[in-house]
């Protein structure tokens, strides 16, 4: 296991299409995370999975931002007709939670998307 | 609201030197703090989190609720530290680490 890794790295579309992104978690990890940073800027909350059940989203979620985790596994970030204020580097982290609380977040690579 | 500042975009120091960066939280409950480091061309990676109190490649940070703060600090800085670092907090209330970056600053270590 290589850790978490994000398909594709990079991404440039024309205004108005949608785009999908995926993460593959590290394998035993039940929480998976997605982090939107632009430039200049920490990252930021979007949304949280815990198994497949999506427990929280950031207001930062529009309408047009859907995300997935079927069967616990990897995940999905979709955002339809892409506008050019969404063009940022898209992070994932996935970690284990449990009743003793929650271990270290490890962070893909991430996803850059430019919006033309 | 939960926010963290980092006032320094980038600290230049030479090899040997002390190293401080600064970090301040605003949160009205009971946070948990992190530092995180992106070295160059690599993906962001936790440094060290306040609840280990650990020293982590020479770097301390305490928590000082008084003051709101937790700097990060290194008596002596390496060539190899140069990275940029991010402080973080989450809350101990929500059950899961919605982490909350600041905006982070760009530690240049010179020979």
């Known amino acids: 296991d290589t850790g978490v890794s994000q398909d594709p790295r990079h991404k440039i579309t024309k205004r108005g299409q949608n785009v999908t992104f995926r993460c593959d978690p590290i394998s035993e990890h039940n929480r998976l995370y997605w982090y939107r940073q632009t430039l200049g800027q920490g990252p930021e909350f979007l949304t949280y999975?815990?198994?497949?059940?999506?427990?929280?989203k950031s207001r930062l979620l529009s309408d047009r931002f859907s995300a997935e985790r079927p069967k616990g596994s990897f995940s999905t970030l979709e955002i339809q007709r892409t506008e050019q204020g969404d063009s940022a580097m898209y992070l994932c982290?996935?970690?284990?939670?449990?009743?003793?609380?929650?271990?270290?977040?490890?962070f893909g690579p991430g996803t850059r998307l430019t919006v033309l | 609201a939960q926010r963290v500042t980092q006032p320094e975009k980038l600290l230049s120091v030479f090899k040997g030197a002390p190293v401080e960066l600064k970090c301040n939280y605003s949160?009205?409950?009971?946070?948990?703090l992190f530092w995180y480091v992106q070295y160059s061309r690599q993906r962001l990676q936790l440094l060290l989190r306040h609840i280990s109190r650990e020293s982590i490649k020479g770097f301390t940070a305490d928590l000082n609720k008084g003051e709101t703060s937790f700097h990060l600090k290194k008596p002596f800085a390496q060539e190899e530290d140069s990275a940029m670092y991010y402080c973080a907090l989450a809350s101990m209330n929500t059950g899961f680490q919605k982490l909350v970056f600041g905006t982070g600053t760009r530690l240049l270590v010179s020979p």
């Open positions: 949160y009205s409950g009971s946070p948990e």
């Open positions: 999975f815990q198994n497949e059940a999506q427990l929280e």
């Open positions: 982290a996935s970690s284990y939670g449990g009743t003793e609380g929650e271990h270290e977040q490890f």
